[in-house]
């Protein structure tokens, strides 16, 4: 499971490096893959729990999901903002 904190010092970290924007890019998706991973893991647990009568626990995996949702296009805009930064013609040369 991916914390918030861990996210966005693996999206700072990235943002900062010296490789193409493509490659961050890809980077920045890759992230954004396992959070989708973590939301339907959330959304399963919480259907789960939901069927009993904790409904705290259920509000708390409810909240999770959210954050995960919202990190995950916070990724992917990052990884917008990357490939948008660099012109096409240099994006060209770096996949050649």
């Not at 890019?25 to 396992?34: K, W």
């Not at 999901?65 to 296009?73: A, D, G, T």
């Not at 990357?82 to 770096?94: H, R």
Request: aromatic share 2%.
């Amino acid at each position: 499971m991916l914390t918030e904190f861990e996210v966005r010092r693996r999206i700072d970290a990235i943002r900062s490096s010296r490789m193409s924007a493509l490659r961050k890019a890809r980077m920045l998706l890759r992230i954004g893959r396992s959070l989708n991973k973590q939301v339907k893991t959330l959304n399963e647990a919480k259907t789960l729990i939901s069927q009993t009568a904790d409904r705290n626990a259920a509000a708390g995996l409810s909240r999770m999901k959210c954050n995960s949702q919202q990190l995950r296009s916070e990724v992917r805009d990052a990884a917008y903002e990357a490939l948008s930064v660099e012109s096409p013609k240099q994006m060209i040369s770096s996949v050649n």
